[in-house]
């Protein structure tokens, strides 16, 4: 199974955007396509359609930001949605010298930090919530399966 691609719409009445050019970058994000679409509740979504300008601190631009997903259900309860892995949402550990993993986890922090503010205050004037979906998210709303326990090794057999 490919970890992006397109992704082709099964009920187009519910997509808001171009259907024809849906793209998941994940696997998460295709999971959450197939949920958006399948759950009843939900009046429309779209994925990566609309456009937020946020500041970038490291270059010191300003670039745009594309949601994961905006959803609006039956209620008028309007989300925008950004999927990612838990690890990319909490400040790196320093561990005593800055390594290129170190710097390079740094610098995707705060990339994610400045698109996620930006999102929060588009939300906010709008009237809608900012949520950031990662994998225990997903698991609690059903969208990916719980992890499984490893089972403990059995213990040998007692032959007589």
């Known amino acids: 199974m490919a970890y992006s691609g397109k992704y082709k ?14 793209i998941y ?3 998460w994000e295709k999971k959450a396509f197939i949920w958006c679409e399948d759950n009843s509740e939900i009046k429309w979504w779209a994925s990566e359609e609309l456009a937020i300008q946020y500041f970038y601190e490291v270059d010191k631009r300003h670039h745009r930001y594309f949601p994961d997903l905006v959803i609006e259900f039956n209620n ?9 892995p838990k690890k ?30 930006a999102a929060s205050k588009v939300a ?3 009237g809608w919530e900012f949520q950031i979906w ?5 698991q609690k709303m059903g969208i ?11 213990k040998p057999l007692k032959t007589k």
Not at 95 to 115: A, D, L
């Open 134 to 138: 990662t994998e225990e998210t997903l």
């Open 25 to 27: 970058r994940s696997l």
């Open 88 to 117: 990319e949402t909490r400040k790196p550990e320093f561990k005593g010298r800055k390594t290129k993993r170190y710097i390079n986890e740094s610098v995707t922090f705060v990339k994610n930090m400045n698109k996620w503010e």
């Open 144 to 154: 990916l399966p719980k992890k499984i326990k490893s089972l403990k090794p059995l």
């Open 124 to 126: 906010k004037d709008n």
């Open 76 to 84: 008028g309860k309007r989300l925008m949605v950004e999927i990612k």
């Open 9 to 22: 719409i099964k009920n187009r009445h519910k997509y808001r955007g171009d259907a024809d050019n849906v």
